[in-house]
Protein backbone atom coordinates (compact mmCIF):
# COMPACT_ATOMS: atom_id res chain seq x y z
CA UNK A 1 0.00 0.00 0.00
CA UNK A 2 1.42 3.54 -1.06
CA UNK A 3 1.18 5.77 1.97
CA UNK A 4 2.32 8.45 -0.01
CA UNK A 5 -0.46 9.23 -1.90
CA UNK A 6 -2.92 9.81 0.55
CA UNK A 7 -0.58 11.58 3.44
CA UNK A 8 0.24 14.10 0.01
CA UNK A 9 -3.86 14.04 -0.67
CA UNK A 10 -3.79 14.58 3.04
CA UNK A 11 -1.59 17.65 3.46
CA UNK A 12 -2.96 19.26 0.16
CA UNK A 13 -6.35 19.33 1.41
CA UNK A 14 -4.72 20.50 4.37
CA UNK A 15 -2.96 23.40 2.87
CA UNK A 16 -5.87 24.47 0.80
CA UNK A 17 -7.98 24.23 3.86
CA UNK A 18 -5.80 26.09 5.90
CA UNK A 19 -5.80 29.01 2.94
CA UNK A 20 -9.53 28.92 2.08
CA UNK A 21 -9.76 29.24 6.44
CA UNK A 22 -7.63 32.01 5.88
CA UNK A 23 -9.02 34.15 3.34
CA UNK A 24 -12.29 34.43 5.79
CA UNK A 25 -10.78 34.78 8.68
CA UNK A 26 -8.84 37.76 6.88
CA UNK A 27 -11.73 39.66 5.77
CA UNK A 28 -11.77 42.65 8.51
CA UNK A 29 -14.22 44.08 10.13
CA UNK A 30 -15.66 47.86 10.07
CA UNK A 31 -16.19 50.02 12.86
CA UNK A 32 -17.95 53.16 11.04
CA UNK A 33 -18.18 56.11 13.02
CA UNK A 34 -20.50 59.13 11.87
CA UNK A 35 -20.11 62.62 14.06
CA UNK A 36 -23.08 65.17 12.65
CA UNK A 37 -22.44 68.67 11.63
CA UNK A 38 -18.77 67.95 13.08
CA UNK A 39 -16.40 70.71 11.07
CA UNK A 40 -12.87 70.49 10.91
CA UNK A 41 -12.05 71.70 14.78
CA UNK A 42 -10.62 68.74 15.23
CA UNK A 43 -6.85 68.88 17.05
CA UNK A 44 -5.69 66.84 14.34
CA UNK A 45 -6.94 68.71 11.41
CA UNK A 46 -6.00 71.91 12.25
CA UNK A 47 -9.13 73.96 11.87
CA UNK A 48 -9.36 75.24 15.39
CA UNK A 49 -6.19 75.81 17.34
CA UNK A 50 -7.49 74.79 20.84
CA UNK A 51 -9.69 72.06 19.86
CA UNK A 52 -8.65 69.20 22.08
CA UNK A 53 -9.67 65.73 20.70
CA UNK A 54 -7.10 63.18 21.99
CA UNK A 55 -8.78 60.04 21.00
CA UNK A 56 -9.47 61.04 16.89
CA UNK A 57 -5.97 62.58 17.08
CA UNK A 58 -4.71 58.93 18.45
CA UNK A 59 -6.62 57.43 15.62
CA UNK A 60 -5.54 59.20 12.90
CA UNK A 61 -1.91 58.81 14.14
CA UNK A 62 -2.18 55.02 13.38
CA UNK A 63 -3.88 55.59 10.22
CA UNK A 64 -4.49 58.22 7.54
CA UNK A 65 -6.17 61.27 8.06
CA UNK A 66 -7.36 63.36 4.72
CA UNK A 67 -7.15 67.16 5.19
CA UNK A 68 -8.72 67.84 2.65
CA UNK A 69 -12.29 65.88 2.51
CA UNK A 70 -15.51 67.64 1.47
CA UNK A 71 -19.01 66.04 1.79
CA UNK A 72 -21.32 65.93 -1.42
CA UNK A 73 -23.92 68.01 0.00
CA UNK A 74 -23.44 70.68 3.30
CA UNK A 75 -26.85 69.14 4.92
CA UNK A 76 -27.68 66.43 6.72
CA UNK A 77 -29.90 64.07 4.68
CA UNK A 78 -28.45 64.83 1.48
CA UNK A 79 -25.04 64.04 2.68
CA UNK A 80 -25.30 60.56 3.85
CA UNK A 81 -28.00 59.88 1.63
CA UNK A 82 -25.00 60.43 -0.77
CA UNK A 83 -21.93 58.51 1.21
CA UNK A 84 -24.80 55.75 1.94
CA UNK A 85 -25.56 55.41 -1.63
CA UNK A 86 -22.40 56.45 -3.52
CA UNK A 87 -24.33 58.77 -5.67
CA UNK A 88 -23.66 62.34 -5.80
CA UNK A 89 -27.45 64.41 -4.64
CA UNK A 90 -27.19 65.76 -8.35
CA UNK A 91 -27.72 62.30 -9.25
CA UNK A 92 -30.60 61.37 -6.70
CA UNK A 93 -31.94 65.10 -6.94
CA UNK A 94 -31.96 64.29 -2.88
CA UNK A 95 -31.41 67.48 -1.48
CA UNK A 96 -33.17 68.81 1.39
CA UNK A 97 -33.72 67.06 4.51
CA UNK A 98 -36.79 65.23 2.69
CA UNK A 99 -37.14 62.90 0.87
CA UNK A 100 -36.05 59.82 2.23
CA UNK A 101 -34.34 58.16 -0.87
CA UNK A 102 -36.42 54.72 -0.16
CA UNK A 103 -39.39 56.45 -0.84
CA UNK A 104 -38.64 57.16 -4.46
CA UNK A 105 -39.23 54.55 -6.55
CA UNK A 106 -36.06 55.07 -8.71
CA UNK A 107 -33.56 54.42 -5.42
CA UNK A 108 -36.21 52.58 -3.13
CA UNK A 109 -34.12 49.58 -3.65
CA UNK A 110 -31.11 50.67 -4.19
CA UNK A 111 -27.56 48.72 -2.40
CA UNK A 112 -26.43 51.24 -0.07
CA UNK A 113 -23.32 51.03 1.58
CA UNK A 114 -24.10 48.81 4.88
CA UNK A 115 -26.46 46.19 2.75
CA UNK A 116 -23.34 45.72 0.32
CA UNK A 117 -21.90 44.34 3.36
CA UNK A 118 -24.81 42.43 4.82
CA UNK A 119 -25.21 40.86 1.00
CA UNK A 120 -21.35 39.58 1.33
CA UNK A 121 -21.85 37.94 5.00
CA UNK A 122 -21.21 40.72 7.31
CA UNK A 123 -22.78 41.24 10.32
CA UNK A 124 -24.31 44.76 10.26
CA UNK A 125 -25.59 46.98 13.47
CA UNK A 126 -26.20 50.63 13.46
CA UNK A 127 -26.98 52.78 16.57
CA UNK A 128 -27.28 56.66 16.48
CA UNK A 129 -27.75 58.92 13.64
CA UNK A 130 -26.30 57.27 10.41
CA UNK A 131 -29.14 58.34 8.12
CA UNK A 132 -30.82 61.70 8.74
CA UNK A 133 -33.83 60.79 10.93
CA UNK A 134 -32.65 57.21 12.23
CA UNK A 135 -30.11 54.23 12.49
CA UNK A 136 -31.87 53.93 8.90
CA UNK A 137 -33.07 51.20 6.22
CA UNK A 138 -34.33 49.27 9.31
CA UNK A 139 -36.63 45.94 8.65
CA UNK A 140 -40.23 46.21 9.39
CA UNK A 141 -40.84 45.69 13.53
CA UNK A 142 -37.43 47.84 14.00
CA UNK A 143 -37.46 49.71 17.36
CA UNK A 144 -37.48 53.66 17.98
CA UNK A 145 -37.59 56.76 15.51
CA UNK A 146 -36.18 54.71 12.82
CA UNK A 147 -38.59 52.26 12.82
CA UNK A 148 -41.11 54.29 10.50
CA UNK A 149 -38.07 54.26 7.63
CA UNK A 150 -39.26 50.70 6.81
CA UNK A 151 -36.83 49.12 3.74
CA UNK A 152 -34.55 46.38 2.88
CA UNK A 153 -32.73 45.20 6.41
CA UNK A 154 -29.46 46.45 5.58
CA UNK A 155 -29.05 46.28 9.63
CA UNK A 156 -29.30 43.09 11.21
CA UNK A 157 -29.36 44.50 14.63
CA UNK A 158 -30.42 48.40 15.67
CA UNK A 159 -29.51 49.98 19.22
CA UNK A 160 -30.54 53.12 20.71
CA UNK A 161 -31.56 56.53 18.31
CA UNK A 162 -29.32 58.51 20.85
CA UNK A 163 -29.88 62.08 19.90
CA UNK A 164 -30.24 64.60 22.47
CA UNK A 165 -30.56 63.00 25.60
CA UNK A 166 -31.13 65.02 28.82
CA UNK A 167 -32.54 68.43 27.49
CA UNK A 168 -33.05 71.78 30.02
CA UNK A 169 -36.67 72.42 30.94
CA UNK A 170 -36.34 75.74 28.89
CA UNK A 171 -33.79 77.00 26.23
CA UNK A 172 -30.57 78.19 28.16
CA UNK A 173 -30.14 81.54 25.62
CA UNK A 174 -32.66 84.26 24.62
CA UNK A 175 -35.16 83.52 21.50
CA UNK A 176 -33.72 83.36 17.99
CA UNK A 177 -34.83 84.53 15.00
CA UNK A 178 -36.51 83.68 12.58
CA UNK A 179 -38.79 81.46 14.40
CA UNK A 180 -36.87 80.46 17.66
CA UNK A 181 -36.43 76.88 16.84
CA UNK A 182 -36.12 74.68 19.88
CA UNK A 183 -32.84 73.14 18.72
CA UNK A 184 -31.22 76.27 18.63
CA UNK A 185 -29.41 76.13 21.86
CA UNK A 186 -26.54 75.60 23.78
CA UNK A 187 -24.52 75.63 27.25
CA UNK A 188 -23.78 73.55 30.06
CA UNK A 189 -26.35 70.62 30.36
CA UNK A 190 -26.98 68.61 32.79
CA UNK A 191 -25.70 70.48 35.38
CA UNK A 192 -24.74 67.44 37.89
CA UNK A 193 -21.94 66.92 35.46
CA UNK A 194 -22.96 63.08 34.42
CA UNK A 195 -22.48 62.53 30.87
CA UNK A 196 -24.55 59.39 30.88
CA UNK A 197 -28.03 60.39 30.12
CA UNK A 198 -26.68 62.13 27.04
CA UNK A 199 -27.44 60.25 23.71
CA UNK A 200 -24.07 60.18 22.53
CA UNK A 201 -22.87 58.47 25.60
CA UNK A 202 -25.81 55.81 25.38
CA UNK A 203 -24.94 55.30 21.86
CA UNK A 204 -21.17 54.26 22.54
CA UNK A 205 -22.02 52.43 25.46
CA UNK A 206 -24.14 50.00 22.94
CA UNK A 207 -21.29 50.07 20.22
CA UNK A 208 -18.87 48.80 23.06
CA UNK A 209 -21.27 46.22 23.76
CA UNK A 210 -22.03 45.01 20.38
CA UNK A 211 -18.21 44.78 19.65
CA UNK A 212 -17.73 42.69 22.50
CA UNK A 213 -19.89 40.15 21.95
CA UNK A 214 -19.64 40.34 18.21
CA UNK A 215 -20.03 36.64 16.50
CA UNK A 216 -16.99 35.11 15.57
CA UNK A 217 -17.81 33.42 13.09
CA UNK A 218 -18.25 36.45 10.57
CA UNK A 219 -17.18 39.90 10.26
CA UNK A 220 -18.52 42.97 11.59
CA UNK A 221 -20.04 46.31 10.25
CA UNK A 222 -20.76 48.47 13.30
CA UNK A 223 -22.41 51.95 12.60
CA UNK A 224 -22.28 54.47 15.64
CA UNK A 225 -23.61 58.07 14.60
CA UNK A 226 -23.00 60.55 17.22
CA UNK A 227 -25.29 63.84 17.03
CA UNK A 228 -23.34 66.10 18.93
CA UNK A 229 -22.06 69.03 17.70
CA UNK A 230 -25.01 69.08 16.15
CA UNK A 231 -27.28 71.98 17.93
CA UNK A 232 -28.65 71.98 20.19
CA UNK A 233 -24.74 71.98 21.88
CA UNK A 234 -25.17 70.72 25.63
CA UNK A 235 -22.44 69.81 27.39
CA UNK A 236 -21.36 69.06 31.23
CA UNK A 237 -18.96 71.64 32.80
CA UNK A 238 -15.86 69.53 32.65
CA UNK A 239 -16.03 69.87 28.96
CA UNK A 240 -16.17 73.56 28.46
CA UNK A 241 -13.22 73.75 30.94
CA UNK A 242 -11.21 72.87 28.40
CA UNK A 243 -11.51 76.10 26.50
CA UNK A 244 -10.73 79.48 28.28
CA UNK A 245 -13.88 81.64 28.98
CA UNK A 246 -12.46 84.60 26.84
CA UNK A 247 -12.74 85.86 23.09
CA UNK A 248 -9.04 83.91 22.53
CA UNK A 249 -11.41 80.88 21.35
CA UNK A 250 -13.68 83.16 18.36
CA UNK A 251 -12.56 82.02 15.07
CA UNK A 252 -10.75 84.23 12.67
CA UNK A 253 -13.33 86.51 11.01
CA UNK A 254 -12.80 89.76 8.61
CA UNK A 255 -15.58 92.34 8.73
CA UNK A 256 -18.05 92.83 5.94
CA UNK A 257 -16.50 89.16 4.60
CA UNK A 258 -19.41 89.20 2.40
CA UNK A 259 -19.36 92.14 0.08
CA UNK A 260 -17.34 90.51 -2.15
CA UNK A 261 -19.43 87.32 -2.17
CA UNK A 262 -22.34 87.48 -4.55
CA UNK A 263 -25.74 88.01 -3.69
CA UNK A 264 -26.63 84.61 -4.39
CA UNK A 265 -24.45 82.83 -2.14
CA UNK A 266 -27.13 84.29 0.48
CA UNK A 267 -29.88 82.72 -1.15
CA UNK A 268 -28.34 79.33 -0.37
CA UNK A 269 -29.30 79.42 3.19
CA UNK A 270 -31.83 82.33 2.65
CA UNK A 271 -33.85 81.98 6.19
CA UNK A 272 -32.76 79.58 8.32
CA UNK A 273 -33.18 79.36 12.51
CA UNK A 274 -29.63 79.62 12.46
CA UNK A 275 -28.51 83.07 14.08
CA UNK A 276 -26.09 84.91 11.95
CA UNK A 277 -23.28 86.13 13.80
CA UNK A 278 -24.91 89.76 14.32
CA UNK A 279 -27.35 88.50 16.25
CA UNK A 280 -24.46 86.45 18.61
CA UNK A 281 -22.91 89.82 18.84
CA UNK A 282 -26.33 91.83 19.54
CA UNK A 283 -26.71 89.31 22.36
CA UNK A 284 -23.33 88.59 23.64
CA UNK A 285 -23.47 84.83 22.47
CA UNK A 286 -20.59 84.32 20.17
CA UNK A 287 -18.49 83.10 22.72
CA UNK A 288 -20.76 81.03 24.57
CA UNK A 289 -21.97 78.98 21.29
CA UNK A 290 -18.26 78.59 19.91
CA UNK A 291 -16.70 77.31 23.31
CA UNK A 292 -20.20 74.78 23.70
CA UNK A 293 -19.29 73.62 20.12
CA UNK A 294 -15.66 72.54 21.54
CA UNK A 295 -17.50 71.49 25.06
CA UNK A 296 -19.08 69.35 22.55
CA UNK A 297 -16.36 68.17 20.03
CA UNK A 298 -14.64 66.99 22.83
CA UNK A 299 -17.27 65.21 24.83
CA UNK A 300 -17.51 63.17 20.90
CA UNK A 301 -14.32 62.82 21.24
CA UNK A 302 -14.29 60.80 24.39
CA UNK A 303 -16.99 58.38 23.47
CA UNK A 304 -14.71 57.86 20.33
CA UNK A 305 -12.52 56.61 22.43
CA UNK A 306 -14.60 54.81 24.12
CA UNK A 307 -15.34 52.51 21.11
CA UNK A 308 -11.42 52.27 19.84
CA UNK A 309 -10.45 50.81 23.55
CA UNK A 310 -13.01 48.41 23.19
CA UNK A 311 -11.57 47.10 19.72
CA UNK A 312 -8.75 47.14 21.80
CA UNK A 313 -9.80 45.22 24.50
CA UNK A 314 -11.79 42.39 22.29
CA UNK A 315 -8.56 41.88 20.86
CA UNK A 316 -9.89 42.79 16.96
CA UNK A 317 -8.37 45.89 16.60
CA UNK A 318 -5.70 44.60 14.22
CA UNK A 319 -8.68 43.08 11.85
CA UNK A 320 -10.92 46.27 12.36
CA UNK A 321 -10.99 49.24 9.30
CA UNK A 322 -12.19 52.01 11.49
CA UNK A 323 -13.50 54.71 9.31
CA UNK A 324 -14.74 58.24 11.06
CA UNK A 325 -16.60 61.04 9.31
CA UNK A 326 -18.63 64.04 9.88
CA UNK A 327 -21.10 64.72 7.45
CA UNK A 328 -20.56 67.99 6.52
CA UNK A 329 -18.75 71.11 8.49
CA UNK A 330 -20.25 74.07 10.52
CA UNK A 331 -20.14 78.07 10.60
CA UNK A 332 -19.55 79.39 13.74
CA UNK A 333 -19.42 83.39 12.57
CA UNK A 334 -17.11 83.02 9.48
CA UNK A 335 -18.94 84.52 6.71
CA UNK A 336 -21.15 86.42 9.16
CA UNK A 337 -23.34 83.40 9.71
CA UNK A 338 -23.37 80.18 11.48
CA UNK A 339 -24.89 76.75 10.63
CA UNK A 340 -24.54 74.79 7.62
CA UNK A 341 -25.71 75.24 3.77
CA UNK A 342 -22.63 77.05 2.60
CA UNK A 343 -20.37 75.97 -0.40
CA UNK A 344 -16.84 77.67 1.34
CA UNK A 345 -14.37 75.31 3.56
CA UNK A 346 -15.80 76.24 6.96
CA UNK A 347 -19.00 74.78 5.13
CA UNK A 348 -17.72 71.41 3.35
CA UNK A 349 -14.90 70.42 4.73
CA UNK A 350 -14.83 67.46 7.04
CA UNK A 351 -12.78 65.11 9.18
CA UNK A 352 -11.85 61.95 7.27
CA UNK A 353 -9.74 59.17 9.04
CA UNK A 354 -9.29 55.70 8.14
CA UNK A 355 -7.10 53.08 10.29
CA UNK A 356 -6.73 49.55 10.08
CA UNK A 357 -5.00 46.49 7.75
CA UNK A 358 -4.27 48.10 4.86
CA UNK A 359 -3.92 51.67 5.81
CA UNK A 360 -0.54 53.75 5.88
CA UNK A 361 -0.26 54.67 9.77
CA UNK A 362 0.68 58.40 10.14
CA UNK A 363 -0.62 58.98 7.04
CA UNK A 364 -1.15 63.13 6.40
CA UNK A 365 -2.71 63.56 2.77
CA UNK A 366 -3.53 67.16 1.40
CA UNK A 367 -5.07 65.23 -1.95
CA UNK A 368 -9.05 65.80 -2.44
CA UNK A 369 -11.39 63.40 -1.10
CA UNK A 370 -14.85 63.16 -0.87
CA UNK A 371 -17.68 61.47 1.56
CA UNK A 372 -18.80 59.54 -1.36
CA UNK A 373 -15.26 57.93 -1.92
CA UNK A 374 -15.62 55.54 1.11
CA UNK A 375 -18.27 53.21 0.03
CA UNK A 376 -15.38 52.10 -3.13
CA UNK A 377 -12.70 52.43 -0.63
CA UNK A 378 -14.62 50.26 2.39
CA UNK A 379 -15.18 47.55 -0.97
CA UNK A 380 -11.31 47.39 -1.65
CA UNK A 381 -9.93 47.26 2.21
CA UNK A 382 -12.01 44.14 2.88
CA UNK A 383 -12.32 42.31 -0.46
CA UNK A 384 -16.16 42.75 -1.25
CA UNK A 385 -17.19 42.19 -4.74
CA UNK A 386 -16.74 45.65 -6.89
CA UNK A 387 -19.56 47.76 -8.27
CA UNK A 388 -19.99 49.79 -11.36
CA UNK A 389 -22.51 51.74 -10.16
CA UNK A 390 -20.61 53.94 -7.71
CA UNK A 391 -20.04 57.60 -8.30
CA UNK A 392 -16.77 57.75 -6.11
CA UNK A 393 -12.98 57.07 -6.15
CA UNK A 394 -11.58 54.51 -4.13
CA UNK A 395 -8.82 56.06 -1.80
CA UNK A 396 -6.41 53.53 -1.42
CA UNK A 397 -3.70 54.99 -3.46
CA UNK A 398 -4.03 57.97 -0.62
CA UNK A 399 -3.61 55.14 1.82
CA UNK A 400 -1.05 53.69 0.72
CA UNK A 401 1.10 56.75 0.16
CA UNK A 402 -0.15 59.62 1.42
CA UNK A 403 1.25 61.95 -1.70
CA UNK A 404 -0.52 59.98 -4.08
CA UNK A 405 -2.03 62.24 -6.65
CA UNK A 406 -5.91 62.03 -6.85
CA UNK A 407 -7.58 62.32 -10.31
CA UNK A 408 -10.19 65.14 -9.66
CA UNK A 409 -10.86 67.31 -6.69
CA UNK A 410 -13.84 67.30 -4.66
CA UNK A 411 -17.15 68.62 -5.90
CA UNK A 412 -19.93 69.50 -3.04
CA UNK A 413 -23.75 70.94 -4.24
CA UNK A 414 -26.16 72.72 -2.70
CA UNK A 415 -29.16 72.19 -5.09
CA UNK A 416 -29.27 72.29 -8.33
CA UNK A 417 -26.97 74.42 -9.93
CA UNK A 418 -24.79 75.43 -6.70
CA UNK A 419 -21.85 73.86 -6.85
CA UNK A 420 -18.05 74.02 -5.37
CA UNK A 421 -14.88 72.47 -6.35
CA UNK A 422 -12.05 72.03 -4.12
CA UNK A 423 -8.69 71.21 -5.83
CA UNK A 424 -5.04 71.14 -3.31
CA UNK A 425 -4.49 74.71 -4.01
CA UNK A 426 -7.96 76.49 -5.04
CA UNK A 427 -11.28 76.72 -4.37
CA UNK A 428 -14.37 77.68 -7.31
CA UNK A 429 -17.37 78.06 -6.46
CA UNK A 430 -20.43 78.45 -9.18
CA UNK A 431 -23.64 79.50 -8.71
CA UNK A 432 -26.57 78.83 -10.57
CA UNK A 433 -27.54 82.06 -11.77
CA UNK A 434 -23.82 81.94 -13.39
CA UNK A 435 -22.09 83.91 -10.34
CA UNK A 436 -19.01 82.53 -8.81
CA UNK A 437 -15.81 82.87 -6.76
CA UNK A 438 -12.39 81.64 -6.43
CA UNK A 439 -9.80 81.55 -3.27
CA UNK A 440 -6.65 80.32 -3.43
CA UNK A 441 -6.21 78.35 -0.34
CA UNK A 442 -3.29 78.42 0.19
CA UNK A 443 -2.92 81.91 0.56
CA UNK A 444 -5.91 82.56 1.80
CA UNK A 445 -7.28 79.64 3.80
CA UNK A 446 -9.80 81.60 4.90
CA UNK A 447 -11.67 82.87 1.80
CA UNK A 448 -11.60 86.47 1.90
CA UNK A 449 -10.84 87.38 -0.87
CA UNK A 450 -12.54 86.95 -4.23
CA UNK A 451 -10.34 86.23 -6.90
CA UNK A 452 -13.35 85.54 -9.53
CA UNK A 453 -13.73 88.47 -12.35
CA UNK A 454 -9.77 88.96 -12.36
CA UNK A 455 -9.05 87.92 -15.81
CA UNK A 456 -5.62 86.66 -15.02
CA UNK A 457 -7.34 83.81 -12.88
CA UNK A 458 -9.30 83.07 -16.10
CA UNK A 459 -7.67 79.86 -16.76
CA UNK A 460 -8.05 78.72 -13.22
CA UNK A 461 -11.45 78.60 -13.26
CA UNK A 462 -12.12 77.13 -16.60
CA UNK A 463 -9.98 74.53 -15.25
CA UNK A 464 -12.28 74.11 -11.94
CA UNK A 465 -15.33 74.31 -14.19
CA UNK A 466 -14.41 71.20 -16.01
CA UNK A 467 -15.62 69.43 -12.98
CA UNK A 468 -18.82 70.90 -12.47
CA UNK A 469 -21.51 67.69 -12.38
CA UNK A 470 -22.20 66.33 -15.87
CA UNK A 471 -25.62 65.45 -14.26
CA UNK A 472 -27.43 67.80 -12.65
CA UNK A 473 -31.14 66.99 -11.54
CA UNK A 474 -33.67 68.83 -10.03
CA UNK A 475 -34.91 68.31 -6.60
CA UNK A 476 -36.99 64.98 -6.20
CA UNK A 477 -40.07 64.59 -5.78
CA UNK A 478 -41.41 65.57 -2.58
CA UNK A 479 -38.48 67.67 -1.64
CA UNK A 480 -38.48 69.86 1.03
CA UNK A 481 -36.78 71.96 4.03
CA UNK A 482 -33.57 73.70 2.20
CA UNK A 483 -34.36 73.41 -1.16
CA UNK A 484 -33.61 76.10 -3.65
CA UNK A 485 -34.78 76.61 -7.40
CA UNK A 486 -33.81 78.96 -9.68
CA UNK A 487 -34.90 79.92 -13.17
CA UNK A 488 -32.60 81.46 -15.33
CA UNK A 489 -34.96 82.48 -17.66
CA UNK A 490 -36.85 84.77 -15.78
CA UNK A 491 -33.90 85.33 -12.89
CA UNK A 492 -36.82 83.57 -10.18
CA UNK A 493 -35.48 81.99 -6.96
CA UNK A 494 -37.65 80.07 -4.73
CA UNK A 495 -36.26 79.09 -1.13
CA UNK A 496 -38.20 77.19 0.81
CA UNK A 497 -41.42 77.69 -1.81
CA UNK A 498 -41.05 81.52 -1.49
CA UNK A 499 -40.09 83.59 -4.27
CA UNK A 500 -36.95 85.58 -2.80
CA UNK A 501 -37.09 88.93 -5.38
CA UNK A 502 -33.15 90.62 -6.26
CA UNK A 503 -33.98 93.45 -3.96
CA UNK A 504 -35.62 92.10 -0.55
CA UNK A 505 -33.19 92.52 2.18
CA UNK A 506 -31.64 89.88 3.22
CA UNK A 507 -33.21 88.01 6.67
CA UNK A 508 -30.92 88.75 9.91
CA1 LIG B 1 -25.53 67.04 9.85
CA1 LIG C 1 -14.62 88.52 1.37
Not at 102 to 118: E, I, N, S
Not at 344 to 363: E, Q, Y
Amino acid sequence: MNLFKPLSWLLASAALFTSLHAVETKKPNVLFIAIDDQNDWIGTLGGHPMAKTPNIDRLAAQGTVFLNAHCNAPLCNPSRTSLMLGLRPTTTGVYGLAPWFRTLPKWKDRVALPQHFANNGYMTAATGKIYHGGAGALKKGGKGKAAAQDGPPEFQVVGAFGGVGSKPPHKLIPPTPMGDHPLMDWGVWPPDNDDSSKGDYQVASWTVDQIKKAPKDKPFFIAAGFFLPHVPCYATQKWFDLYPDDDSVLPKITEHDRSDTPRFSWYLHWELPEPRLKWLKENNQWRNLVRSYLACTSFVDAQVGRLTQALEESGQADNTIVVLWGDHGWHLGEKEITGKNTLWDRGTKVPLIFSGPGVHAGGRTKQPAELLDIYPTLIDLCGLPQRDDLEGLSLIPQLKDPNAKRERPAVTSHNQGNHGVRSVKWRYIHYADDTEELYDMEKDPEEWENLAGKPEYAEVIAEHKKWLPKIDVPPAPNSASRVLTYDKKTDEAIWEGKTVHRSDPIPQ
